[in-house]
């Protein structure tokens, strides 16, 4: 295979539609934070975040072409495509990731470069190297890498992690379970024939809809805590409820479906509303704080 990558490629191997989460949520830390950051400095630092999470996409496409070869929503990646070569991945992603820390961490701090090539580490080598084939609790464990953005945003601003930053954490860690138990459920065809022991394909349909209501529901409950700490207002409150109850009645309907074509179509429901989720409930969290900073409801 000898590559014929274009520019649409590279962009390709850093997964945009995923790094739009990476980078909402990162810059929501490092909005929310207290303490200035100087505006162009905080650019310079989103803008990190989003090189680290588009290299350690690239190398998870090189590391999984072979699998990308056979799903068919991967099949068109630039790898098993045969637009690019493996090699050629493997640097532009080994490239992107050192410079992204190296640069964060001479533009703010060295707290925050760690966190972000920790959260490169475990994406690249925790998640996709081992947990990804391994155990139907990869996206469980390997979730926490999603996680982290909103701490290396908060880091680089104050130099520390908070509480703050890790309930946001925890508020992507729980979310990631349902979101892509919601995909697995009615791509499971696709991830048997690669090998992937996605939760559907290892303990059936039913368990893993049951594992989905769960994690909802803790969710939902993780999602009041900014609340209950006392660092959000009733902005943030009742979107954190609406939103909450919305996704567990998606999911509860989803646990109760019993015919496979209406199952899959509730997963398909429930998955494309939890990836607005998290933007919802972050830009409530986002607004409710500057709002609150700036005295407008104070």
């Not at 990631?176 to 290892?202: C, E, I, R």
């Not at 429930?270 to 709002?291: E, H, K, P, R």
Request: proline share 4%; hydrophobic share 55%.
């Amino acid at each position: 295979m000898t590559g014929e990558a274009g520019v649409g490629d590279y962009l390709a191997l850093l997964k945009p539609t995923v790094m739009q989460l990476v980078v909402f949520t990162g810059f929501v830390g490092l909005v929310v934070a207290p303490g200035g950051i100087n505006p162009f400095i905080a650019l310079i630092a989103v803008a990190c975040i989003a090189i680290g999470a588009g290299g350690s996409a690239a190398l998870n496409m090189w590391y999984d072409s072979d699998i990308d070869a056979i799903m068919s929503r991967t099949q068109n990646r630039p790898i098993p495509s045969g637009r690019m070569t493996r090699e050629e991945a493997l640097v532009f992603g080994t490239v992107l990731s050192v410079f992204s820390v190296a640069l964060l961490g001479l533009a703010t701090n060295w707290i925050a470069a760690g966190w972000l090539a920790f959260t490169i580490f475990f994406y690249v080598v925790i998640y996709t190297m081992w947990l990804k084939r391994s155990t139907p609790q990869n996206i469980v464990i390997g979730g926490a890498a999603g996680a982290f953005p909103p701490i290396v945003g908060w880091a680089a601003v104050t130099g520390t992690v908070s509480l703050e930053s890790v309930v946001l954490f925890l508020i992507i860690f729980l979310w990631t379970p349902p979101h892509f138990w919601a995909l697995a459920l009615y791509k499971q065809s696709d991830y048997g024939a690669a090998g992937v022991p996605m939760m559907p394909n290892v303990k059936g349909n039913q368990s893993t809809k049951v594992q989905i209501f769960v994690y909802t529901l803790l969710l939902a409950a993780s999602a009041m805590l900014p609340t209950v700490l006392g660092f959000a207002g009733w902005i943030y409150t009742t979107v954190a409820v609406v939103t909450g109850l919305s996704f567990s009645y998606l999911s509860w309907r989803l646990l109760l479906t019993r015919e496979d074509v209406a199952m899959r179509k509730s997963a398909r429901s429930l998955f494309t509303y939890s990836l607005s989720y998290l933007f919802i409930v972050f830009f409530a969290f986002m607004t409710d704080n500057l709002l609150t900073r700036f005295g407008t409801f104070g």
